[in-house]
């Protein structure tokens, strides 16, 4: 069982459109959780950490629900520069590493 | 802003040499970290680094890899004897003592081996 799933996409959406991401973590006792882009053939960085209560950065929004374990991140008004590689990644409690989904494509098209 | 450095952006090798591939964490930060991506693959964690010895490790960092902080700024991971099958992209990061474990890395070393 992959320890954080994702749908590979990928997600063709017009400029302005609203983007729904979804992930799903296997360790219950997972206990950080981030969004991270990833542009091609470029490092990881970070989009924005994932809180209990949910949280927003302008067109971003992230949520998290403990009981089900997952994920979700939704981007609103798509921007050309939306275009990317979507990474949920977890961090299990004690441990040092990140863990990283497989990533969803996402292309803004004009 | 502060930024993770690496060098070289790519290396080329044959099978069975020995790389070296270096990384400049941001200054303040105490963790230090090795991840890879084989092309068209997820990141995958390697290994962690604080206060001068490995503080975790995966099962991909076996006896042919090895870590060091050998002065005050960088940060080296060693391949002793490459295999075509560690031909990736060798992600470094780094991050603070605080409680959010956010990452933040430094733009690859994409290593060929031949």
């Known amino acids: 069982r992959k320890e954080v799933e994702q749908d590979p996409g990928p997600f063709n959406v017009p400029e302005g459109a609203t983007v729904a991401f979804n992930c799903t973590y296997s360790?219950?006792?997972?206990?950080?959780f981030f969004w991270y882009r990833q542009d091609c053939r470029k490092e990881p960085k970070l989009l924005m950490s994932?809180?209990?209560s949910g949280n927003e950065d302008g067109r971003f929004t992230a949520q998290l629900n403990r009981a089900s374990q997952y994920i979700s991140l939704l981007i609103r008004d798509s921007k050309l520069s939306d275009s990317a590689t979507y990474l949920c990644?977890?961090?299990?409690?004690?441990?040092?590493?990140?863990?990283f989904g497989s990533g969803t494509r996402l292309q803004v098209q004009p | 802003e502060p930024e993770v450095t690496q060098t070289p952006s790519h290396q080329v090798t044959q099978m069975g040499q020995e790389v070296i591939l270096r990384c400049v964490p941001i200054?303040?930060?105490?963790?230090f970290y090795w991840y890879r991506q084989i092309l068209g693959q997820k990141v995958e964690f390697l290994v962690s680094?604080?206060?001068?010895?490995?503080?975790?490790k995966s099962e991909i960092f076996d006896d042919q890899f090895s870590v060091e902080r050998p002065d005050g700024s960088n940060f080296t991971l060693k391949i002793r004897s490459t295999k075509l099958e560690d031909s990736a992209m060798y992600f470094c990061?780094?991050?603070?003592?605080?409680?959010?474990?956010?990452?933040?890395f430094g733009p690859g070393t994409r290593l060929t081996v031949l």
């Open positions: 990061a780094s991050r603070t003592s605080g409680t959010t474990d956010t990452q933040y």
């Open positions: 990644v977890v961090n299990e409690a004690g441990r040092r590493a990140l863990t």
């Open positions: 200054s303040n930060h105490l963790y």
């Open positions: 994932v809180y209990s």
């Open positions: 680094f604080y206060n001068n010895e490995i503080s975790e």
């Open positions: 360790n219950s006792a997972s206990q950080s």
